[in-house]
């Protein structure tokens, strides 16, 4: 845990968490035949990811602590949770549901690294009440909030005009092309938009296929998006802070992991360096994409059950 003053800044994420369960082929996998892997067992959910990426990315000299926010079953898999993201620097503020099983994930990875099956089961986010910030922590003294796109419509405008009353800087994460026409309604009140160009796309009534980075981040204005970090793969990024629009060049990067979290790690550690001060375009450039990077170089495993990350 990362020593803070008593008036710290507070910053608050909410959204997904469920456990992450990864097999990993030892040889070619074989239908109907038992077959050798390996196990690995860590924290997933998109606001997760966020978290811990921005714990990792706070400094003594940031005076802030990161809040997590989320829906979780009553079982043991909530706890592991719990202890497991408190190792990590995450304060963890968690609605517990009686009689439900926390979210799980669960992948069957290929002896070639790709995905050859996944199964998920991590809706408990979305019965996660617009009331939580006031019934599990407070709008007291938190400086920004960063939500993901797997809260329900009704959470996300709910919370997002209880954070303009309170004064509180608003951060979203699209998710998926679906989830992210959640954002829409609230997009005057948000003040820092994180999306791909797929969610992008979904967003803007008549893109047009294969629509230029420049045209996507015209129509996230027309709607109302005046700040947000619009990502395509390796791609130069696209950023806009209110006037301001630069695109910042990835470094390309031959992927020795997978990509699965790259998105999250950036929005996360952006995060956590915007709301403490950074202006947008160094927060990325500093701190957003060199997450994202040791995600997909393996530099940076998510954190496992029981254990803290690595850096």
């Not at 129509?219 to 700040?227: A, D, E, N, P, V």
């Not at 390796?234 to 031959?254: F, N, T, W």
């Not at 709301?275 to 990325?284: F, K, Y």
């Amino acid at each position: 845990m990362k020593p803070v003053s008593a008036n710290a800044k507070r910053l608050l994420i909410a959204g997904a968490t469920h456990i992450d369960d990864v097999a990993r082929a030892q040889t070619p996998l074989i239908k109907h035949a038992s077959n050798v892997v390996s196990w690995t067992q860590h924290i997933g959910g998109v606001a997760a990811n966020a978290a811990c990426s921005a714990a990792r990315a706070l400094t003594p000299a940031h005076n802030a602590n990161i809040e997590f926010l989320a829906a979780v079953g009553d079982d043991a898999i909530a706890s592991q949770l719990v202890s497991t993201l408190e190792t990590s620097g995450i304060t963890t503020r968690f609605k517990r549901f009686a009689n439900t099983p926390t979210g799980r994930y669960s992948a069957v990875m290929g002896h070639d690294g790709e995905l050859f099956i996944g199964l998920s089961d991590v809706s408990l986010a979305e019965r996660l009440e617009h009331t939580a910030v006031e019934e599990l922590s407070s709008w007291d003294n938190a400086t920004a909030i960063l939500l993901d796109a797997n809260l329900s419509q009704e959470c996300l405008t709910g919370i997002a005009l209880q954070a303009k009353q309170a004064c509180v800087l608003i951060a979203a994460m699209s998710v998926s092309p679906v989830k992210t026409q959640r954002l829409v309604v609230s997009a005057p009140h948000i003040d820092l938009l994180f999306c791909n160009r797929r969610e992008a796309h979904a967003m803007i009534p008549h893109a047009t296929e294969g629509a230029s980075l420049i045209s996507l981040a015209d129509g996230l204005s027309h709607l109302g998006f005046s700040r947000f970090v619009l990502t395509d793969g390796q791609a130069p990024v696209m950023v806009q802070d209110g006037a301001i629009r630069e695109q910042l060049s990835v470094k390309h990067i031959d992927c020795t992991h997978h990509v699965n979290g790259a998105g999250d790690a950036l929005a996360g550690a952006t995060f956590a360096a915007w709301a403490t001060g950074t202006n947008l375009v160094e927060s990325v450039q500093m701190f957003g994409l060199k997450a994202s990077n040791q995600v997909v170089t393996g530099e940076y495993l998510p954190a496992r059950i029981g254990n803290p990350a690595t850096r």
